[in-house]
């Protein structure tokens, strides 16, 4: 399906976690982040992941781009385990808004964006980013030169969007990406989401505390 010119949307894909276990050992002694957990994710699905803090979601979410290894258990993206996989392919396709956005505060915003199409030496790097800025409500440029320390909260998790969404990911993974926000900009921001889902239908896991 060509949704721009010049640019293919990637296939949507299938997740899923069985049984998966994760502690912590730490000085104070063993800490249980995911204790038998199973989830699927249908393909082009979005999974919201609700639960008080600490109840293990930022850890199940990275179960699936490999940054965590569970102890025991198996996670799969399109139906391969991801154990047995590249983990940096894996993470150039499964896209990734991190809790505080993650963005590299020593980059512009329109580096920070290209980044994995870069990574990736794409020779459509520059326009992937122009579509993923004009997606989040950036595309006249206006934030292009600034560094994320120069943007407000809400900003920067619009350009975190961005720069998951210019890679074309199969899956996205969400780590409370509306949180610590007003009101009115997390209103803004879930319209955002919405209308991208509309466009890009990716397969997403959501963590937020918010029932829209
Ligand atoms: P949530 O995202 O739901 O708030 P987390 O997945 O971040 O929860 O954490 C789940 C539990 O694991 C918490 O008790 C947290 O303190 C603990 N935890 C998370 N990461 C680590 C770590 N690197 N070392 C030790 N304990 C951790
Ligand atoms: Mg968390």
Same mark, same amino acid.
């Given at each position: 399906?060509?949704?721009?010119?010049?640019?293919?949307?990637?296939? @949507?894909?299938?997740?899923?976690?069985?049984?998966?276990?994760?502690?912590?050992?730490?000085?104070?002694?063993?800490?249980?982040?995911?204790?038998?957990?199973?989830?699927?994710?249908?393909?082009?699905?979005?999974?919201?992941?609700?639960?008080?803090?600490?109840?293990?979601?930022?850890?199940?979410?990275?179960?699936?781009?490999?940054?965590?290894?569970?102890?025991?258990?198996?996670?799969?993206?399109?139906?391969?385990?991801?154990?047995?996989?590249?983990?940096?392919?894996?993470?150039?396709?499964?896209?990734?808004?991190?809790?505080?956005?993650?963005?590299?505060?020593?980059?512009?915003?329109?580096?920070?964006?290209?980044?994995?199409?870069?990574?990736?030496?794409?020779?459509?790097?520059?326009?992937?980013?122009?579509?993923?800025?004009?997606?989040?409500?950036?595309?006249?440029?206006?934030?292009?030169?600034?560094?994320?320390?120069?943007?407000?909260?809400?900003?920067?998790?619009?350009?975190?969007?961005?720069?998951?969404?210019?890679?074309?990911?199969?899956?996205?993974?969400?780590?409370?990406?509306?949180?610590?926000?007003?009101?009115?900009?997390?209103?803004?921001?879930?319209?955002?989401?919405?209308?991208?889902?509309?466009?890009?239908?990716?397969?997403?896991?959501?963590? @937020?505390?918010?029932?829209?």
């Amino acid at each position: 399906m060509v949704e721009a010119p010049g640019l293919v949307v990637a296939p @949507t894909v299938s997740l899923s976690a069985r049984g998966v276990i994760k502690r912590y050992t730490t000085r104070s002694g063993t800490v249980s982040a995911l204790d038998g957990v199973s989830i699927d994710v249908a393909s082009g699905e979005c999974v919201a992941l609700v639960g008080e803090s600490g109840s293990g979601k930022t850890t199940l979410l990275r179960c699936f781009n490999r940054l965590i290894t569970p102890d025991a258990g198996s996670v799969r993206v399109d139906d391969v385990d991801v154990s047995t996989t590249d983990a940096v392919a894996l993470r150039r396709r499964v896209g990734y808004v991190m809790q505080e956005g993650g963005l590299m505060p020593h980059w512009t915003v329109r580096r920070n964006v290209e980044l994995v199409p870069w990574l990736r030496a794409s020779p459509n790097a520059e326009s992937a980013a122009t579509d993923a800025m004009a997606l989040v409500g950036f595309g006249d440029g206006t934030f292009d030169a600034r560094y994320p320390v120069q943007l407000s909260g809400g900003q920067r998790q619009r350009v975190a969007m961005a720069r998951a969404l210019a890679a074309h990911p199969n899956v996205l993974l969400l780590d409370e990406p509306f949180g610590a926000l007003d009101a009115i900009t997390r209103a803004d921001l879930q319209e955002m989401f919405a209308s991208i889902r509309r466009r890009r239908p990716v397969t997403c896991v959501l963590v @937020t505390h918010d029932l829209f």
